[in-house]
């Protein structure tokens, strides 16, 4: 007997009908012999469609002015999951109990929408499960210290499951979705997409961070530090499947590297939309100009992604940088109405219109030349380079986002990631 957590994406729990699917899955665990706990997420378009009512009622407001608030609403939506799901069970012969995250509880810190968590108390679960219940806990959400709801940022019910299976010290934490495992990019963009079977724990977290959304980046950090063994695999098998069979399917997140294995030396592309760069040219070449302007964007509670600042000419320089496009207005306000004058830059631009495009493989740390390969498939398809990082496993470029589809694939086939033909 195994102690179990699956967690059900959006799409798994999109309606009623497919609830009732995944009851039937995870009564066949509980009877199989496992005790099961179960972290779903809202049904989809259920968290978008309670912000965007938000947004309907204040449309000026910045979200931050009311990010508690937001933090109430949008954890309904896993509440309502949560109590349909123990109901469909219940409806199966199953004993179930659905508990929300104040009530487990699960305690985090108190940034609304982005919350980490802190700490969960497991008794009342083991309670439940030593008396045979199937126990479901709500994605997605947990409780301050002044007993505020947080939301944990989106696609949080990874991080929620993974976090529910650290601290009951679970044998597996499986993420059940709609695609049957981790690719090596987006298989929704590129159909050449290959599924991985295993993919090590430093990739998966590259990816995540770096725009692939199947999993949210605080889980794969989750998992490396407390070591529980995750699974990617699909909720749209049929129900009914063999349970070893499931139970071997997706893709495994590893932690020990394996050192037999062959190594590709790019394992996967990730790809973000969510950035956009700001440039702020002439403006002195001197110590603490870079200290100057990040300082004042960081005051504004804005992150800063990449980073560049070009060889100065005549005493000036052009220095640019990346923020996440929600904050873009506001950190080129910050720039044109405070930095710029302050600094005598002559000018400040900015392009909404990029995205970052990102190859990863722990082969990188044994192989010389990925980065240059990158970059002359990139400029064989005739793509501007507009700004490069690099890190030990990753190399990540910002090119203009009407590219982004033909990068990747372009990258996908140069370092042998497309599928063979069936
Ligand atoms: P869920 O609602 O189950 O949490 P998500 O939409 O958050 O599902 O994540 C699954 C989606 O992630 C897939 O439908 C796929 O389009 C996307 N995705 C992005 N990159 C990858 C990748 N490398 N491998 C698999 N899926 C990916
Ligand atoms: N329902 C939340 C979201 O849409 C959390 C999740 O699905 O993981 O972001
Ligand atoms: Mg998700």
Known sequence: ????????????????????????????????????????????????????????????????????????????????????????????????????????????????????????????????????????????????????ITTLGRGGSDTSAVAVAAAMKADECLIYTDVDGVYTTDPRVVAEARRLNTISFEEMLEMASLGSKVLQTRSVEFAGKYKVPVRVLSSFTPWDIDLQEEAASGTLITIEENVNMEQAVVSGIAFNRDEAKISLLGVPDTPGIAFKILSSVSAANIDVDMIIQNLSKDGKTDFSFTVHRNDYARALDVLQEQVAPALGASEVIGDPKICKVSIVGIGMRSHAGVASKMFESLSAEGINIQMISTSEIKVSVVIDEKYMELAVRALHKAFDLDAEAA
């Open 1 to 148: 007997m195994a102690l179990i957590v699956h967690k059900y994406g959006g799409t798994s729990m999109g309606s009623t009908e497919r609830i009732g699917l995944v009851a039937k899955r995870v009564a066949k665990w509980a009877r199989a012999g496992h005790q099961m706990v179960v972290v779903p997420s809202a049904m989809s378009g259920e968290t978008n469609r309670l912000l965007a009512l938000a947004k309907e009622l204040a449309p000026q407001r910045q979200t931050k002015a009311y990010a508690r608030e937001l933090d109430m609403l949008a954890s309904t939506g896993e509440q309502a999951s949560v109590a349909l799901l123990a109901i469909a069970l219940q409806a199966e012969g199953m004993d179930a109990v659905s508990y929300t995250g104040w009530q487990v509880p699960i305690k985090t810190d108190s940034s609304f929408t982005k919350a980490r968590i802190e700490s969960i108390d497991d008794a009342r679960v083991r309670a439940d499960l030593a008396a045979g219940r199937v126990v479901i806990i709500t994605g997605f959400q947990g409780i301050d210290a002044d007993g505020n």
